[in-house]
């Protein structure tokens, strides 16, 4: 719990990584590459939309990404709210790496993929940007977010997700894998006098009956 924003706003931030892609699947380098939901994503949103009905949510922002407003429509069918598209919210740009499979980016650039284990925020993907970076804008949608002071859910994606939940906990980018998500998966942070507190993190437990 770390103190990140000012006066007493008390509100909750739910946040939602996508649904299930091919590339997710192939193990593919996606980043802002705009790729659709596969079958099997379709079937997991349906499933987390179902379960977030009685979720209190006054407004929802998305990723531009088409997996990411998918995920962000099926959720907002039981809820009279808007959508509101915000290209800040988009993922990592892996730039030169974007498309490669994980095992062809360990091949071809084995002492980056180290260096990427070791201390990820200390890299920048070759044209295209660093974890510092995409903290800083996504955090910019964050405060404006917490500002309104209400319940919002927010739909993005593992690496953006993953830099709002080190700033909200205090913890280094470098510590990112131990607040990774899964996808079609729910998290939810709960603002209160400037404080911002993780309730539930990386919960799948509606998918427990997809095969």
Same mark, same amino acid.
């Given at each position: ?10 509100? &909750? ?9 091919? !590339?997710?699947? @192939? ?21 987390? /939309? ?5 979720? &209190? ?12 407003? @998918?995920? /962000?429509? /099926? ?10 598209? @915000?290209?800040?919210?988009? @993922? ?20 980056? #993929?180290?260096? !990427?284990?070791?201390?990820? /925020? ?16 996504? !955090?910019? #949608? ?38 990774? #998500? ?6 939810? #942070? ?22």
């Amino acid at each position: 719990m770390v103190d990140i924003v000012s006066g007493g706003i008390v509100l &909750k931030l739910i946040l939602v990584r996508h649904g299930e892609t091919l !590339w997710n699947r @192939e193990n593919r380098i996606q980043g802002r590459t705009d790729v659709e939901l596969s079958d099997h994503g379709r079937k997991q949103i349906e499933k987390l /939309a179902h379960a977030m009905q009685e979720e &209190k949510i006054d407004v929802i922002y998305t990723s531009p990404l088409k997996r990411a407003c @998918e995920t /962000a429509r /099926a959720i907002a069918r039981f809820h009279r709210v808007d959508i509101n598209v @915000e290209g800040d919210l988009r @993922e990592l740009n892996h730039g030169d790496f974007e498309s490669l499979t994980l095992q062809e980016l360990k091949e071809s650039h084995g002492d980056f #993929v180290r260096q !990427w284990i070791e201390d990820p /925020a200390s890299v920048v993907m070759p044209n295209g940007e660093s974890l510092p970076q995409v903290q800083k804008r996504v !955090w910019e #949608v964050i405060r404006t977010i917490v500002d309104n002071s209400k319940n919002t859910l927010v739909v993005s994606h593992s690496m953006a997700i993953m830099t709002i939940l080190c700033k909200v906990q205090g913890l280094s980018l470098s510590q990112g894998r131990d607040v990774f #998500v899964n996808m079609a998966s729910k998290t939810v #942070v709960e603002f209160e006098n400037g404080q911002g507190t993780v309730l539930l993190l990386n919960d799948t437990s509606h998918l427990n009956d997809i095969v």
